[in-house]
C-alpha cells in the first residue's frame, strides 16, 4: 500500500493511474497508443513506463517503435530492454561519420529495431557495439564499414554456413552458440552487426528461385541508396557482387514465391514470405525485385556445375568446359562451405555442344535447357 492524496491505495491502482495520466498527455500531443496497450495485456505498463522514460530527444524514435514493432513483441519485451535499445540505437549513429546523412526514415526503420522476423529477442545491441565499434575508425563510410563487417565477423564470432545448423531463422546468439547458421541466421547476423554501429540494415530473400532449385536470404545495407551482400559471402571491398546475382535477375515482381522482398517494420500492404514458416503473414515488406532483375538474354542458358564425391558431399575441384569456336572455360566448383545453391555457373548458347571435364572425367551436353551437372569423382 502507498499513500496518495492522504489515501491509502494499492499499488496496482497506481500503476492503473500512471498508465492512464500518460495516455492522456500522449492523446493531447497526437500520440494514441491505446491499441498497443491493450495488446500488451500483462505487460502494458512496461510498455507504458518505456513511453513514459524515454528522454525526450528519442522521443520520437520510442513512439514509432511502440507502434511498428510486431503485435507480440508488445507483451514480451520490458522498458530497459526498449530504453537500451533507443538510447544505443542513437548513440551509435551520432558516433559515427554517415550518422548525420541517415534520413531518420531509414534510421527508424533499418537502425533501430532490435529485430527482422521472427527470430528470438536477443539483447545484443551493447555487446555488438562493444564488439565491432573499431569498424567505425577504420571506415570513412556505412559502405566500407558493412564490408570490413562481412569479412570479418564471422570469423570473430565463430560462426560459418552449414544446412545442419538447427534451425533456419536461429537469432544471433542462437547462431554463435551453434557455431552454425544457413543463409537467414547469417543475414540476420550480419544485419544486427551493422544496426550495433549506426548502418541501415536490413532482410532480403527470396522463398524460391524462379528455377524451383531453392530459396535464399541476404542484407541489404543503405548508403545514399540501397547495396546488398551475401552474409558470410564477401566480395572483396565491394558490395553488390553476389554469386546468385544470375538467379535473382530472373525473379518474378509481385509473386508471392519468386519474387525478392526485404523485411521492414514500417507500414506496408504486403508481408515478407517466410520460407520456413510459409503461409504466415505478419511481418512487413517492400517488393525490391527491380533492384535486381534485368534484361536476360534467352539465348544463353544458364548450366551449373558441381562435383561430389562418393558420400554426395561438395567438392571445390578445378573444372574444364570446352567447345566449339576454341571455346575454353576454366574454374572451380564449390564445396559445402558454400550455400547448398551456390554452383558454379556459365552461360552458354543454346543448340551448342561442350564438354565438361574434372580430372580424367568427361561429360558432354547439348545446351536445351537450364541444367545442374553432377560430376562424381
Known sequence: MAMMGGLKV?????????????????QLFGFDFSDELEIAGNNRFQIQKALNSVPENHGDGMNWLIKHMPKHDLKIVSSDFLLDNCDLAYSASKKSTWGENIPDSIFLEYVLPYG???????????????????????ASS??????????????????????ERPKADQSPYESIEAGLASCTGLSI?????????GIPARFVGTRLWYN???????????????????????????LNKVWFSGLASRAVKGHPKYGIYAATWGTKQIH??????????????????????????????????????LDGQRQSTNVTV???????????????????????????????????????????ITVTKEELIDLKI
Request: glycine share 6%; net charge negative; hydrophobic share 40%.
Open 10 to 26: 494499492s499499488s496496482s491502482f497506481i500503476k492503473s493511474y500512471l498508465i492512464i495520466v500518460v495516455l492522456v498527455i500522449h
Open 116 to 138: 527482422n522476423l521472427n527470430e528470438k529477442r536477443d539483447n545484443w545491441r551493447r555487446d555488438f557495439y562493444n564488439r565491432f565499434n573499431g569498424v567505425m575508425k577504420k
Open 142 to 163: 556505412a559502405y566500407e564499414a558493412a564490408t570490413i563487417l562481412n569479412n570479418t565477423i564471422f570469423d570473430i564470432l565463430g560462426v560459418k554456413y552449414s544446412t
Open 189 to 197: 547476423l550480419l544485419i544486427d552487426a551493422c544496426r550495433s554501429i
Open 212 to 238: 524451383n532449385s531453392g530459396n535464399h536470404s541476404w542484407v541489404e545495407i543503405w548508403d545514399d541508396g540501397w547495396h546488398y551482400t551475401g552474409a558470410a559471402e564477401p566480395s572483396g571491398n565491394d
Open 272 to 309: 515478407f514470405p517466410m520460407d520456413w514458416l510459409p503461409g504466415l503473414k505478419i511481418y512487413n515488406a517492400v517488393d525490391v525485385t527491380e533492384t535486381y532483375t534485368e534484361n536476360v538474354n534467352d539465348n544463353l542458358i544458364p548450366i551449373r556445375i558441381k562435383v561430389t564425391n
Open 322 to 364: 570446352t567447345g566449339a569456336d576454341n571455346f575454353l572455360f576454366e574454374g572451380l566448383t564449390n564445396s559445402e562451405s558454400n550455400d547448398a545453391n551456390d554452383h558454379l555457373t556459365l552461360m552458354l548458347p543454346i543448340g551448342k555442344i561442350f564438354s565438361i571435364g574434372v580430372n580424367n572425367i568427361k561429360q558432354t
